[in-house]
């Protein structure tokens, strides 16, 4: 494992005090090759490896060789259970779960507005209807800051959302489906991040300027100035997620971002 990502890992457990809470439970985690999943995969790993911990954990990916690529030098991949699927078509034999991760999210900008729409609410219209009925502690789901609309920066919970893209549309059905459900859930509005495992290659700003500087290209901003970001720290994001999935009460709705550090682009 790369020593600054063991680093950050044993600093969430370290102030996680509530993660002892994790153990000996069954966990679905839904979309395992996004930022927050690979995180999280590793955290699991590293408390069964380590603290010897005693978490079954299930996978849902598109492609396991895409997946064991990823992860082949990073986790033991023979110690957990994968199910290759997306999520508008996931079936589940045996839906005796504890938690569930519901991180499985299309990039917004790779795939037309109708697919990514169709993507986002029939998946969780999927995921809603196969667990309304079971026995789950805890369904976390991870939305976006941007269902608040243009003007998010700052954005409180109990601010009236305002989604002006078809991403945002999405997600905030997506939350009302989940709201309006019996199942036990907590929703994460997530703004932007940075750290390892973030894509070298994608739309993100953060991304690019990286890539850049690593091979040696101009550093181009498209913005007017405007766009104001506040990255927040993976390794931060999952404590906060963790405390979220763990702590948090039935139907509650916590943004999780960056505080401060204002970058304008």
Same mark, same amino acid.
Request: overall charge negative.
């Given at each position: 494992?790369?020593?600054?990502?063991?680093?950050?890992?044993?600093?969430?457990?370290?102030?996680?005090?509530?993660?002892? &809470?994790?153990?000996?439970?069954?966990?679905?985690?839904?979309? /395992?090759?996004?930022?927050?999943?690979?995180?999280?995969?590793?955290?699991?790993?590293?408390?069964?490896?380590?603290?010897?911990?005693? @978490?079954?954990?299930?996978?849902?990916? #598109?492609?396991? &060789?895409?997946?064991? $690529?990823?992860?082949?030098?990073?986790?033991?991949?023979?110690?957990?259970?994968?199910?290759?699927?997306?999520?508008?078509?996931? &079936?589940?034999?045996?839906?005796?779960?504890?938690?569930?991760?519901?991180?499985?999210?299309?990039?917004?900008?790779?795939?037309? !507005?109708?697919?990514?729409?169709?993507?986002?609410?029939?998946?969780? !219209?999927? @995921?809603?209807?196969?667990?309304?009925?079971?026995?789950? !502690?805890?369904?976390?789901?991870?939305? $976006?800051?941007?269902?608040?609309?243009?003007?998010?920066?700052? $954005?409180? !919970?109990?601010?009236?959302?305002?989604?002006?893209?078809?991403?945002?549309?999405?997600?905030?059905?997506?939350?009302?489906?989940?709201?309006?459900?019996?199942?036990?859930?907590?929703?994460? #509005?997530?703004?932007?991040?940075?750290?390892?495992?973030?894509? &070298?290659?994608?739309?993100?700003?953060?991304?690019?300027?990286?890539?850049?500087?690593?091979?040696? #290209?101009?550093?181009?901003?498209?913005?007017?100035?405007?766009?104001?970001?506040?990255?927040?720290?993976?390794?931060?994001?999952?404590?906060?997620?963790?405390?979220?999935?763990?702590? $948090?009460?039935?139907?509650?709705?916590?943004?999780?971002? /960056?505080?401060?550090?204002?970058?304008?682009?």
């Amino acid at each position: 494992m790369n020593k600054i990502v063991e680093e950050d890992i044993k600093s969430i457990i370290q102030k996680a005090d509530f993660i002892s &809470k994790l153990n000996n439970k069954n966990i679905l985690l839904i979309g /395992g090759t996004g930022f927050f999943a690979k995180w999280f995969i590793i955290l699991i790993d590293y408390l069964n490896n380590v603290f010897s911990f005693n @978490i079954s954990l299930t996978i849902t990916i #598109r492609s396991y &060789k895409k997946f064991v $690529s990823e992860f082949i030098n990073v986790i033991d991949i023979n110690k957990y259970q994968y199910i290759e699927s997306d999520i508008e078509n996931l &079936k589940l034999d045996n839906k005796d779960f504890d938690f569930v991760l519901y991180f499985a999210s299309p990039d917004p900008y790779v795939i037309d !507005e109708e697919k990514l729409y169709n993507t986002i609410a029939q998946g969780t !219209e999927n @995921i809603v209807n196969i667990f309304e009925n079971a026995n789950i !502690e805890r369904l976390i789901f991870t939305s $976006s800051g941007a269902v608040y609309g243009c003007n998010y920066h700052n $954005s409180k !919970e109990t601010d009236i959302c305002k989604p002006n893209t078809i991403y945002a549309k999405a997600k905030k059905y997506a939350e009302e489906l989940i709201l309006q459900s019996n199942i036990n859930i907590s929703i994460a #509005r997530c703004f932007v991040f940075n750290g390892p495992f973030n894509e &070298k290659h994608n739309y993100f700003a953060m991304a690019n300027f990286i890539d850049s500087v690593i091979n040696n #290209r101009d550093i181009i901003i498209n913005g007017d100035g405007s766009p104001i970001r506040s990255y927040l720290y993976m390794a931060d994001a999952i404590y906060w997620l963790l405390t979220i999935l763990l702590k $948090s009460k039935n139907k509650s709705i916590y943004n999780v971002g /960056g505080g401060g550090g204002d970058i304008y682009l």
